[in-house]
């Protein structure tokens, strides 16, 4: 049995369970079958965005987690099976068929969840977006998403590190906080998008400087378009977002 309010945070434990106990009412089955047909047909379809609006504890959460359950399917075999056979045992025929279309053409979101009415309240939407894409990326992928303006903006912090330090001694310092890293190692990590690098020199940072160095982030389209690149790279063919308010 499941609260009548759900929370995300179930899903790594209980996902074939959510699966399988889910009620699909004709109501629910309608609105995955319009969904999933848009997904179906991304590029041509006029919805990009779908609202699921209602009293508390009317399942909104629950309906939100199912969607992203159908669309993490499509990219775990386990699950998949699992939906499949809920789907058959149901009679959803529709659903089943889309379902079989999404899986023949090999489309694969990566599925983004996020609870704003917990997180909000701590961060900016700006950073819950860049955190919760990076948690995705790393769940499903098991890489860290190596967003290209972080090297960029990193290589142009260690240009003025070069050039004109706010203290004289501050590259030394820095290069003395990499220990058995070397300077210029660090610098063609930037430069080939090496992910470790990032870590070597936020790391480095803290020790010479006592706090985390400052990465400016550029708007959330530049980091989505960023994003969605190195997704295609990865045979993904975008991003799923389902937004808990």
């Given at each position: 049995l499941f609260d009548s309010?759900?929370?995300?945070?179930?899903?790594?434990?209980?996902?074939?369970?959510v699966l399988e106990d889910y009620v699909i009412t004709k109501r629910i089955e309608t609105a995955l079958e319009?969904?999933?047909?848009?997904?179906?047909?991304?590029?041509?379809?006029?919805?990009?965005?779908?609202?699921?609006?209602?009293?508390?504890?009317?399942?909104?959460?629950?309906?939100?987690?199912?969607?992203?359950?159908?669309?993490?399917?499509?990219?775990?075999?386990?699950?998949?099976?699992?939906?499949?056979?809920?789907l058959k045992r149901?009679?959803?025929?529709?659903?089943?068929?889309?379902?079989?279309?999404?899986?023949?053409?090999?489309?694969?979101?990566?599925?983004?969840?996020?609870?704003l009415k917990h997180e909000s309240s701590t961060e900016h939407l700006h950073t819950i977006l860049i955190l919760k894409l990076r948690e995705s990326v790393k769940k499903y992928l098991d890489i860290e998403l190596p967003v290209p303006y972080e090297y960029d903006e990193i290589l142009k912090t260690l240009k003025k590190l070069e050039i004109e330090p706010k203290d004289p001694g501050d590259l030394d310092r820095f290069k003395k906080a990499l220990k058995e890293y070397n300077y210029d190692e660090l610098k063609?990590?930037?430069?080939?998008?090496?992910?470790?690098?990032?870590?070597?020199?936020?790391?480095?940072?803290?020790?010479?400087?006592?706090?985390?160095?400052?990465?400016?982030?550029?708007?959330?389209?530049?980091i989505f378009s960023q994003t969605i690149d190195f997704l295609k790279r990865n045979d993904f063919h975008g991003i799923a977002f389902f937004v808990d308010e």
């Open positions: 309010v759900m929370e995300f945070e179930v899903l790594d434990q209980k996902a074939p369970k319009e969904f999933l047909e848009c997904v179906l047909d991304a590029e041509k379809a006029s919805r990009k965005a779908f609202a699921a609006i209602g009293a508390y504890g009317s399942g909104k959460s629950y309906f939100l987690i199912f969607s992203s359950l159908i669309v993490e399917a499509l990219i775990n075999p386990s699950l998949f099976i699992v939906m499949q056979r809920k149901e009679g959803k025929k529709k659903l089943l068929e889309i379902l079989a279309k999404l899986k023949k053409r090999k489309i694969r979101l990566l599925p983004v969840r996020i609870d063609v990590m930037m430069e080939q998008r090496v992910p470790d690098g990032i870590r070597i020199y936020k790391e480095a940072w803290k020790i010479a400087f006592y706090q985390p160095p400052e990465i400016p982030s550029p708007p959330i389209p530049v």
